[in-house]
């Protein structure tokens, strides 16, 4: 019987690995979207979280008050300001949405 990783993977599969030197993808959703008039920035040179954002509202100064209020998702994950930035990585600005 074949078992399944943590993430549900089936078992012998591998996670790809981040490319060295990679960019990482900042992805903007709804008013992010909106603040920086892009879907997406691919910035060089972001050890954490909080560079890839300091960064991202040095480009774009209006994202700073919905980056404040913002979930932040690091390939899939949520995370924090200290969080590494892996070369390759995907982070995901959701500023809080409306629902009714």
């Known amino acids: 019987m074949e078992h399944a990783h943590d993430d549900g993977r089936p078992a012998g599969t591998r996670m790809p690995q981040p490319r060295a030197g990679a960019p990482v993808t900042l992805r903007y959703w709804a008013g992010a979207r909106s603040a ?17 954002l300091a960064e991202a509202t040095r480009l774009h100064p209006g994202l700073a008050p919905v980056a404040a209020v913002s979930s932040l998702l690091l390939d899939g994950r949520p995370a924090g300001g200290d969080t590494a930035l892996p070369p390759g990585s995907v982070l995901e600005v959701l500023p809080p949405f409306a629902g009714g």
């Open 36 to 52: 920086t008039g892009v879907d997406s920035d691919a910035l060089h040179g972001c050890a954490t979280v909080a560079d890839a």
